[in-house]
């Protein structure tokens, strides 16, 4: 599967379960793969397909993603396992965190 179909499918899971979602464009889309609309507030998305552990690298670049574009919350959708880095770095407390979802 191509990685934009990824997002597409990812973004339109997330509206069936009532989001708003807005999948961004492929390139130089700064960080955000999919916008959710929420009541919450803004919620940016990554989507990552890899077979490749995710690393705290690509975590901590969400998350300054998510301050950018001044969203409320995050997630990390990936194809792949996260590296044990990444689950260390989860609890800094940050304005907006990413939060990690595999599927």
Not at 12 to 36: E, H, K, M, N, W
């Amino acid at each position: 599967m191509r990685p934009k179909r990824l997002e597409d499918i990812v973004g339109s899971i997330f509206g069936d379960f009532g989001y708003r979602p807005q999948v961004t464009a492929y390139c130089a889309d700064g960080g955000i793969d999919v916008y959710l609309d929420s009541d919450q507030g803004l919620v940016g998305i990554q989507v990552k397909r890899s077979k490749n552990p995710i690393e705290i690298k690509q975590v901590n670049s969400l998350t300054g993603a998510l301050l950018v574009n001044d969203c409320a919350s995050g997630v990390f959708v990936t194809t792949s396992p996260f590296r044990r880095s990444c689950e260390a770095g989860s609890g800094q407390s940050t304005r907006a965190r990413a939060s990690g979802r595999v599927i």
